[in-house]
């Protein structure tokens, strides 16, 4: 199964701390479950859905739909670690900053007016919660856990195929106004 979405990837001074953030938790044991691989962080910013196959018809579309958005830079800062709902897991993210939302939430508005106007069928989505997934874990937070603030630029966003726990970049766009 091919898994496509469209991700920012945070920079590497961010990656490190992250994984500190990570290596912290689990030698804490605050949550247990399955960690995601350093080289795997991301935060989603539209998901187009899973796939049978390569799907070079579909990845083509996506960057035909890609080179139509014109969103700015930004900085994003993961500031807390919290749980969300899941269906069989518990994810166990970093969740961004509330100032630093309406820009990834702006992004993911623009690659979804994009992806209106191509033949690409994409996963529908009401809503959107910009999030690091840092584990699929064994419970729930009761609150959020603050964190000292990781702050990342964010200069461009990417297609990944992700395909046999490995994920792919299938094209880069870069974030300009």
């Not at 960690?35 to 998901?47: E, G, N």
């Not at 990834?104 to 623009?110: F, K, N």
């Not at 809503?127 to 064994?138: I, K, N, Q, V």
């Not at 297609?159 to 766009?173: I, P």
Request: charged share 20%; aromatic share 8%; hydrophobic share 45%.
């Amino acid at each position: 199964m091919h898994r496509l979405f469209f991700a920012i990837f945070p920079d590497s001074a961010a990656l490190q701390e992250i994984e500190r953030v990570a290596a912290n938790l689990r030698a804490a044991g605050t949550i247990r479950g399955r960690w995601t691989s350093p080289d795997k962080y991301h935060i989603t910013a539209r998901f187009l859905g899973d796939y049978p196959d390569a799907c070079e018809d579909m990845v083509a579309r996506a960057a035909a739909a890609a080179i139509q958005v014109r969103a700015a830079a930004f900085e994003i800062t993961l500031d807390r670690i919290a749980t969300l709902r899941g269906r069989f897991q518990v994810p166990c993210v970093l969740r961004c900053a509330a100032r630093c939302e309406p820009a990834i939430q702006a992004l993911w508005q623009d690659l979804g007016a994009a992806l209106s106007t191509s033949p690409v069928q994409e996963q529908t989505q009401r809503r959107f919660l910009p999030h690091l997934t840092l584990a699929y874990g064994d419970r729930m937070f009761d609150a959020p856990l603050g964190i000292a603030p990781i702050v990342s630029r964010i200069g461009e966003f990417v297609l990944v195929d992700s395909h046999r726990s490995a994920h792919v970049v299938r094209g880069r766009w870069p974030l300009r106004a």
